[in-house]
């Protein structure tokens, strides 16, 4: 069990990273990586979880929302500069954009779901996720394919193999992409259940 939190229904896309991206670069942020993306509709990329957390605070100020990052404990550095070995704080009671925790995540993609491998049930095939697939691995027996390697609707031409934002049908809570396409960041790592209190 999580606290109620909302998210955005779809990964960001390389569209919506890049308005955000400059709206933040005229506004006194940096970034390690400018992201890419296979087109304007797929899921930015080759960002890094610092970059990530910065465009979060400039997402939030761009709406008018007070930023969640800061760099000292007291919440009066807003983050914007700054990647690996900067400290970074959450101050969990800004109403801006953030990214989930490890646990909201999980919570968030299984769509309702209990107990079940994927956010609708216990098998995958190329029809409801972009992944790449290797069925006979492992004795994945789960992964129904039909194929090895990338979805073969979106492995033509130079990677990254993505498919665009929303392509897929929801998990049970409306939400896109919760299994697939790309890695998303979380605030936190991995936690095994139960998770640490905090």
Not at 100 to 118: I, V
Not at 120 to 130: K, L, P
Not at 147 to 157: C, H, I, L, P, V
């Amino acid at each position: 069990y999580v606290s109620a939190f909302y998210m955005d229904i779809n990964l960001v896309s390389y569209s919506q990273w890049q308005a955000v991206y400059s709206y933040a670069t005229t506004h006194g942020y940096s970034f390690a990586n400018a992201g890419m993306g296979k087109a304007a509709n797929h899921p930015v990329q080759t960002v890094d979880w610092f970059d990530c957390v910065k465009w979060s605070n400039a997402r939030s100020q761009q709406s008018g929302l007070v930023p969640v990052y800061y760099t000292d404990a007291s919440f009066q550095q807003v983050y914007r500069n700054g990647d690996y070995g900067t400290t970074v704080y959450a101050n969990w009671t800004a109403n801006g954009y953030r990214l989930p925790t490890e646990a909201e995540w999980e919570k968030a993609a299984r769509g309702g779901l209990r107990g079940q491998r994927f956010p609708w049930g216990n098998t995958i095939s190329e029809s409801q996720a972009n992944y790449e697939a290797n069925p006979n691995q492992y004795g994945m027996t789960y992964d129904l394919g039909p194929y090895t390697g990338y979805n073969t609707n979106f492995d033509s031409g130079a990677g990254p193999y993505t498919s665009p934002v929303g392509y897929f049908a929801p998990n049970g809570y409306g939400l896109y992409d919760m299994a697939g396409n790309v890695y998303e960041w979380c605030w936190d790592w991995w936690a095994k259940p139960p998770y640490p209190a905090g």
